[in-house]
C-alpha cells in the first residue's frame, strides 16, 4: 500500500542553524501538508500547498518557514534559524483531494531537536 | 475561539468492553476526521464523515452535524486499540486548515 514518508526519522540541530525536514507524499495525491506536534501538546496545522503554492498557512508559520516542492516527488519544510522552541514532531501528510472530501495520509514523523 | 473538543481525556478499560469517545466542535465544519496515533507517534487516518456513521471493523463513528457532535465507538476493545484518538475538522466550509482535538488516551488492559 502506498505510504508518506520522511526523512529523517530524527534531526538534532543548534539554535540558529537551517534544517530541511523532506517528505515524499503519495504519489497521485494533489494537496499537501504541514503539521508539528511539541512534546505533550496537540497536533497544530502549519500549511496546506496546493498547485505549487501554499493555499493556507497558520499564524506558526513565519517567515522562518517556508515550503517547496522542486521536483514532482519531494514536499519539504525549511525552517531557517531555528529556535529552541521548534523542538517538535513534523508530520507531513498527503490527500487525493481536499480534506472535506477526502482522507489524509501521514507520514511517520520527524522529531526535530533544537539545541 | 474555534475549538475541537474531545471527552474523556484518558480512558482505562478492560478486554472485550464497549469504549466511546466524544467530540465536539464550536463552528460548522464540511466533514471530521478521526485519527489514531500509536505509542510511537505515527499518525493513521480512521475516518473521514460528513454525515451519518461510518463502520470499519470493529470501529464505527457518528457525526450529527446539527449538535456539532461525533462519536468514535471500539466495540469488543482489545489492548492492541491502546493509542490515543483524536478528532480534527477543518473549522468552516472552504478551508483545509485541520483543527486538531487534544486526544484521547485509551489503554486496554487484557
Known amino acids: 500500500e502506498p505510504e508518506v514518508t520522511q526523512t529523517p526519522s530524527h534531526q538534532v540541530t543548534q539554535m540558529g542553524q537551517e534544517v530541511i525536514l523532506r517528505c515524499v507524499p503519495i504519489?497521485?495525491?494533489?494537496?499537501f501538508y504541514w503539521y508539528r506536534q511539541i512534546l505533550g501538546q496537540k497536533v497544530e496545522f502549519l500549511v496546506s500547498?496546493?498547485?505549487?503554492?501554499?493555499?493556507?498557512k497558520s499564524e506558526i508559520f513565519d517567515d522562518q518557514f517556508s515550503v517547496e516542492r522542486p521536483d514532482g516527488s519531494n514536499f519539504t519544510l525549511k525552517i531557517r534559524s531555528t529556535k529552541l522552541e521548534d523542538s517538535a514532531m513534523y508530520f507531513c501528510?498527503?490527500?487525493?483531494?481536499?480534506?472535506?472530501?477526502?482522507?489524509?495520509?501521514f507520514g511517520p514523523g520527524t522529531r526535530l531537536t533544537v539545541t | 475561539k474555534n475549538e475541537v473538543e474531545q471527552s474523556p481525556q484518558n480512558l482505562t478499560a478492560q478486554e472485550g468492553e464497549f469504549i466511546t469517545i466524544n467530540c465536539s466542535y464550536s463552528?460548522?465544519?464540511?466533514?471530521l476526521h478521526w485519527l489514531q496515533q500509536h505509542p510511537g507517534g505515527g499518525i493513521v487516518s480512521l475516518f473521514m464523515?460528513?454525515?451519518g456513521k461510518k463502520k470499519h471493523g470493529r470501529l464505527i463513528a457518528t457525526i450529527n452535524i446539527q449538535e456539532k457532535h461525533s462519536s468514535l465507538h471500539i466495540t469488543a476493545s482489545h489492548p492492541r486499540d491502546s493509542a490515543v484518538y483524536i478528532c480534527?475538522?477543518?473549522?468552516?466550509?472552504?478551508?483545509?486548515?485541520?483543527?486538531f482535538g487534544t486526544g484521547t488516551r485509551l489503554q486496554v488492559f487484557p
Open positions: 501528510a498527503s490527500s487525493k483531494g481536499q480534506i472535506k472530501t477526502y482522507e489524509q495520509y
Open positions: 463552528v460548522g465544519i464540511s466533514a
Open positions: 504519489s497521485n495525491h494533489l494537496y
Open positions: 464523515l460528513s454525515s
Open positions: 500547498f496546493y498547485n505549487n503554492e501554499i493555499s493556507e
Open positions: 480534527a475538522g477543518p473549522l468552516g466550509y472552504n478551508t483545509d486548515k485541520l483543527i
